[in-house]
């Protein structure tokens, strides 16, 4: 019987076979996963779990299983139970929208775009960005999928976008989700 939920983060250099050994430490711990993020950061790699596991489960002891059976990765894991109300599908009741820049690297571009999405409430469900630094505006990527709330005045928050990536040097693309979907659609 699976009583608790936590949320696992397992991070290291990159190579194969770290997802399998994580993976089979886990169903050894008893747990069932239920969602999973994972990506390589240039050569690091970075997974989150969100698991199901046995009532008597601790953070603790999942670590501590994960470490003990997985030492050829040098992997860094945390845990932390989680209450069964804070998991499950995101509901944010906003508006998905994805939110592109492109511009000169430099410090502060990340910081300078989340400040205005903090301003507006909008939740980042979602950032990649590359930075390969120069002046060439191809070479540093930022793209956001966020939450705009109902309640938020669309046409002001695009305006102080538009203007904070003006002071950035950035060019911004601004776009309902389902819209930036069907106009990068791969087939």
Request: net charge negative; with cysteine.
């Given at each position: 019987?699976?009583?608790?939920k936590?949320?696992?983060?397992?991070?290291?250099?990159?190579?194969?076979?770290?997802?399998?050994?994580?993976?089979?430490?886990?169903?050894?711990?008893?747990?069932?996963?239920?969602?999973?993020?994972?990506?390589?950061?240039?050569?690091?790699f970075?997974?989150?779990?969100?698991?199901?596991?046995?009532?008597?489960?601790?953070?603790?002891?999942?670590?501590?299983?994960?470490?003990?059976?997985?030492?050829?990765?040098?992997?860094?894991?945390?845990?932390?139970?989680?209450?069964?109300?804070?998991?499950?599908?995101?509901?944010?009741?906003?508006?998905?929208?994805?939110v592109?820049?492109?511009?000169p690297d430099?410090?502060?571009?990340?910081?300078?775009?989340?400040?205005?999405?903090?301003?507006?409430?909008?939740?980042?469900?979602q950032l990649?960005?590359?930075?390969?630094?120069g002046?060439?505006?191809?070479d540093?990527?930022?793209?956001?999928?966020?939450?705009?709330?109902?309640?938020?005045?669309?046409?002001?928050?695009?305006?102080?976008?538009?203007?904070r990536?003006?002071?950035?040097?950035?060019?911004?693309?601004?776009?309902?989700?389902?819209?930036?979907e069907?106009?990068?659609?791969?087939?």
């Amino acid at each position: 019987m699976l009583g608790k939920k936590f949320v696992i983060s397992v991070l290291g250099e990159d190579r194969p076979g770290i997802i399998a050994a994580v993976t089979r430490v886990l169903h050894e711990q008893g747990c069932n996963i239920e969602e999973v993020s994972q990506t390589i950061l240039q050569n690091q790699f970075s997974c989150f779990f969100i698991v199901a596991g046995p009532p008597e489960g601790t953070p603790a002891g999942l670590v501590g299983a994960l470490k003990d059976k997985t030492p050829e990765f040098g992997l860094l894991f945390q845990a932390r139970e989680v209450g069964a109300g804070t998991v499950g599908p995101r509901e944010c009741g906003g508006e998905p929208f994805v939110v592109t820049t492109r511009g000169p690297d430099r410090k502060g571009l990340v910081a300078g775009i989340t400040c205005v999405f903090a301003e507006y409430r909008v939740n980042v469900a979602q950032l990649r960005a590359v930075f390969r630094g120069g002046d060439d505006p191809g070479d540093n990527i930022m793209i956001y999928e966020v939450d705009v709330p109902v309640d938020a005045d669309q046409k002001e928050l695009r305006k102080a976008l538009s203007l904070r990536a003006r002071e950035l040097d950035l060019e911004i693309s601004i776009q309902h989700k389902n819209i930036f979907e069907a106009m990068n659609r791969v087939i």
